[in-house]
């Protein structure tokens, strides 16, 4: 196809002229998925690329462009009490499961044990928004890179600008190891057992690297269980006690971490972001730029954007309302209102 098409949160738009451009409030341009210009070619025009001006600004906010990060230079940190309505991605590997299982199906203990984390997590947080493993998986491979590689500095930072995914969990299980007493013998009392279950977590930010462990074991009384097939319900508890205290751990590591996303392209003067409906964003939205291109070195605050339109699955469109034109994959963050100051930087709460 000899259209220009932008690839966004893995979907292909086609940018083509907006047939009710000249009704008032309405953008010049559209972005219409491939599959829909494709069935519908003759409504569609293709744009010529001329300089245009930018309309004018006309949406009203409040003063929320006044921020306290471009005067302070504060990290994305501050900006907690106000941004808590967006949501982080988070990518859950499978779990490392060390155990030699039977070929009884406990193979996918480990899977199991993942699909009840993540479960965990969207019961306990609003802030985050798990990505899916094997879409993650997919994209890796055809690029002929190995799921093993998912934890080094390059690939971390690839899933973040691709995906917008902030942070990587994995986790490994030792167990569950069962301990059963069995009835004496004249079999009056019941077979009875209870299992322990040891699972170690790493959580990687994938822009910085840096990497926080947990580790949970479940107490081995509260999994007791009596008479016919007991193993199998104290296996069954231990990692249903362990995951519930992992989740309570790990949401609060997750929430700590810091709100960002990235642009993904600019066009025209528009910019594309890696975020948008199901992060949380919503038009007016103002963000601030920052180019920052390693983890440690200087963030430039470069100005700042506010969002005018969200589509696709998870991504949005912007304009620059002030300072330059970002590049790609530079930084945004939420915008702090005035009078909302919070804690800042060296601030005890």
Not at 70 to 94: D, N, Q, W, Y
Not at 199 to 226: W, Y
Request: glycine share 8%; net charge neutral; aromatic share 6%.
């Amino acid at each position: 196809m000899d259209k220009e098409v932008l690839i966004i949160d893995r979907e292909e738009y086609v940018k083509v002229l907006n047939p009710k451009a000249s009704e008032g409030g309405q953008p010049k341009y559209l972005y219409v998925p491939v599959r829909d210009y494709l069935a519908n070619k003759d409504s569609f025009t293709i744009p010529t690329y001329q300089k245009e001006k930018p309309p004018p600004e006309t949406l009203s906010v409040e003063k929320s462009e006044g921020s306290a990060l471009e005067k302070e230079g504060s990290s994305p940190g501050t900006l907690r009490p106000f941004a808590s309505h967006l949501k982080k991605k988070i990518l859950v590997a499978r779990f490392d499961d060390r155990m030699d299982r039977n070929a009884q199906g406990e193979e996918s203990l480990g899977d199991w044990a993942t699909e009840k984390l993540i479960k965990e997590l969207n019961r306990r947080s609003l802030q985050t928004l798990v990505v899916d493993f094997e879409a993650v998986k997919e994209f890796l491979t055809k690029r002929g890179i190995s799921p093993s590689d998912l934890e080094t500095p390059q690939v971390l930072r690839l899933i973040n600008e691709v995906f917008g995914i902030q942070a990587l969990v994995v986790g490994q299980l030792s167990g569950p190891y069962v301990f059963t007493t069995k009835p004496g013998k004249e079999g009056k009392a019941e077979e009875t057992s209870s299992a322990i279950l040891k699972i170690d977590l790493s959580v990687l930010e994938t822009f910085s690297g840096k990497r926080k462990t947990l580790s949970v074991t479940n107490p081995i009384v509260a999994t007791r269980e009596r008479g016919a097939f007991s193993e199998e319900k104290a296996k069954v508890k231990a990692v249903e006690l362990a995951v519930a205290d992992l989740g309570r751990a790990l949401v609060r590591e997750l929430e700590g971490l810091d709100w960002f996303c990235r642009v993904a392209k600019v066009d025209d003067g528009k910019v594309f972001l890696n975020a948008g409906r199901l992060t949380g964003l919503k038009v007016g939205d103002v963000l601030s730029i920052v180019h920052r291109t390693e983890p440690g070195k200087p963030e430039e605050m470069k100005g700042k954007l506010r969002i005018s339109a969200l589509f696709g699955i998870d991504a949005s469109v912007g304009n620059v309302i002030d300072g330059t034109i970002p590049e790609s994959n530079d930084i945004l963050t939420l915008t702090k209102p005035e009078g909302n100051q919070g804690p800042t930087r060296g601030s005890s709460s």
